[in-house]
């Protein structure tokens, strides 16, 4: 029998783990869930990877208090490659159970998609490297490692703090990093940069108390006025992030992002524009982007006529790759303190920094993968670009300056992760899993 038809001989099989592993309710917050749901989760990864040959294979307490599943298949012997396979099994709560059309923890199928929280981000990508190793039973001339972590989606840094004190156990040539998705169904895609991000909270103040605007407005200096005029500095008339000091005319050079496509994932209003000069691609992952997160000042209820001594802002910087996320803090804060108005005192606190992301792309895993992917889906394999930080990616990359980073997985744009009625298409978990599969017995250093 052939690869392909053995991975379309195992989508039952599929469909039956993904829907006990999506019956787990596993968000990874006691508040919410019982971590009880978690345990069973990280017990079900154990007990399918150890029936496909993973020994040494148990869970692994993080410094937040999830347990990460760590198992090796280290049969090809030493001088072979090593794979280190990645997903995590902790979910997204459901959010808005109403706004759900099928029960978000039994996988359900609508027009040949499974719906499920889960099914895609990221239990899909846990099936998909399983339906991978059962068609490929013994067939294997690389050795494997999997890491399959259990608070991903609370960004608490658990794994993160795992590898750092645990290098050589992690230790691989090429690490795939399953937890992103293809451009669209059927499109393969890798996943090649990741933005970065600065945040931090600017202050203006101008007076030591509040004023009469009546009595003084005019002569008198405005701390909410001149917050405004320091944020309005930080976009020009199209839009564009504009950061003294921080290039913005970078372009984007993988697959792009249809606007159209990105107008209906934005749900713009109707006659609402889209910003910068550049394309979508290149606004979205090329160039820096900067947010207003958050502005404290008198609510317009409540508010009275007196002329506002200081104002705060939260803002959200993201940087893209090729920027220093360091050197692009030091710019914004120094762009913000010079667009101060009227002599007024600007502060600017910093809160949190992540650097953006670049996969090497040039290596022995990249070129395996294009070809695997280019014979499972029959189309050559795009580049995309995400606007969102994964920081483990930094560490691995950190900590293995010699691994490729391959980032891919299940979850294409119409998947809704992280919103209601996030589904997966069983075709891209086949597809990928053939891709998988070939990939792993073709890749050699
Ligand atoms: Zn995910």
């Known amino acids: 029998m052939s ?144 890491i399959v972590e259990g608070s ?23 690490i795939l990093v399953c937890d992103t998705g293809n451009a669209a169904v059927g499109v393969p895609a890798a996943t090649i940069t990741l933005r970065g991000m600065v945040n931090v909270v600017v202050t203006a103040e101008a007076l030591t108390g509040e004023l009469h605007s009546g009595m003084f407005g005019g002569p008198a200096p405005d701390g909410l006025a001149a917050l405004i005029q320091v944020l309005s500095t930080l976009r020009d008339a199209a839009g564009n992030t504009t950061i003294t000091g921080l290039e913005h005319d970078q372009t984007w050079h993988g697959a792009p992002y249809p ?85 007024v005192r600007v502060r600017v606190e910093t809160e949190a920094i992540g650097q953006p992301f670049e996969a090497r792309t040039g290596g022995p895993a990249y070129r395996a993968l294009s070809a695997a992917m280019l014979e499972a889906f029959g189309r050559e394999m795009t580049t995309l670009g995400q606007g969102g930080s994964i920081p483990l990616c930094n560490v691995f990359a950190a900590t293995y300056p010699d691994a490729e980073i391959i980032l891919m997985g299940v979850e294409e744009p119409l998947a809704l992760i992280h919103a209601p009625n996030e589904s997966v298409d069983p075709g891209e978990i086949a597809r990928l899993a053939l891709a998988e599969a070939r990939f792993l017995q073709r890749y050699r250093t």
């Open 3 to 146: 690869l392909v038809e053995r991975v379309q001989g195992l989508m039952n099989q599929a469909h039956a783990d993904l829907s006990e592993l999506v019956a787990i309710p596993s968000v990874a917050d006691p508040r919410q869930y019982p971590p009880e749901e978690c345990l069973k989760a990280a017990n079900w990864v154990v007990d399918r990877f150890a029936q496909v040959g993973f020994t040494n294979i148990g869970l692994h307490e993080t410094i937040d208090g999830s347990k990460a599943v760590y198992g090796e298949r280290l049969t090809a012997g030493p001088d072979a490659p090593t794979v280190l396979l990645y997903a995590h099994y902790d979910v997204q709560p459901p959010l808005d159970d109403k706004a759900w059309h099928t029960p978000p923890f039994q996988l359900t199928e609508v027009n040949g998609r499974w719906y499920g929280r889960g099914a895609a981000d990221c239990k899909g990508n846990i099936v998909m490297h399983l339906t991978a190793l059962r068609a490929l039973g013994d067939d294997l001339a690389v050795n494997l490692k999997l």
């Open 152 to 174: 991903e989606e609370q960004g608490t840094g658990g794994l993160e703090d795992f590898v750092e004190k645990n290098p050589e156990l992690l230790r691989a040539d090429a």
């Open 259 to 343: 606007p159209d496509q990105f107008r209906s994932d934005a749900s713009l209003v109707d006659g609402a524009g889209l910003l910068g000069d550049g394309t979508v691609s290149d606004m979205l992952w090329a160039r820096p982007a900067i947010t207003v997160l958050g502005i404290d000042c008198p609510p317009v209820v409540g508010s009275a006529a007196a002329i506002q001594p200081r104002a705060r802002a939260r803002l959200n910087l993201r940087v893209p790759p090729g920027t220093d996320a360091v050197k692009a803090q030091d710019a914004l804060i120094a762009h913000l303190q010079a667009a101060a108005p009227w002599g």
